[in-house]
């Protein structure tokens, strides 16, 4: 069995509106989810109510919170959707539970892990390493549809600035 029929035949698929958490920081979730479609922004809140975002994920990716799943710890993060959104949720308890049955699944489980850590990787060295400007250079070349439908506020979240330094640093991009 192929991870797409796993998820289709042992999933329970959710629909959610643009606003509705698929879970909350805080909370305890032992599943994975996979976009069928839509768009959804993962969120930190800090102790004094600032938000700072994870990541935007959007159609076919999967995301979950891992620790959580596995360790039933509190989520350290939410999940909201910023356009309606169709997901299939899963336990990772039954995808573990294929995959040490079907090397098939467990294949694609080592893809769709290597896949985030290699995401991570690359978001960490974004994040250390280059200014917010290239950050933002970065993110318009490889997903210019997130400059479109994400807001100024979440995406000054994303990039680690104020938004009126997002607009600073939109207004040197355009005169160069």
Do not use: W
Not at 79 to 108: G, M, V, W
Not at 147 to 171: C, F, H, W
Request: net charge neutral.
């Amino acid at each position: 069995m192929d991870f797409n029929t796993l998820f289709k035949n042992e999933g329970v698929t959710l629909n959610k509106e643009k606003g509705d958490h698929v879970f909350m920081q805080g909370e305890v979730d032992g599943s994975i989810y996979y976009i069928q479609s839509g768009l959804l922004k993962a969120y930190y809140t800090s102790e004094d109510g600032k938000e700072s975002v994870k990541s935007f994920i959007a159609t076919n990716d999967i995301i979950g919170s891992l620790s959580t799943a596995l360790s039933e710890k509190n989520c350290s993060f939410s999940l909201i959707c910023l356009e309606p959104t169709t997901l299939i949720k899963i336990p990772i308890s039954r995808l573990i539970e294929h995959s040490k049955k079907d090397l098939e699944i467990a294949n694609s489980m080592i893809d769709v892990l290597l896949n985030l850590s290699i995401k991570k990787e690359i978001r960490e060295y974004e994040f250390l390493c280059l200014s917010a400007e290239e950050r933002l250079n970065k993110l318009m070349q490889l997903q210019p549809q997130l400059i479109e439908k994400v807001t100024q506020n979440d995406l000054a979240r994303y990039l680690g600035v104020t938004p009126v330094g997002l607009s600073r640093i939109k207004k040197r991009i355009l005169k160069g």
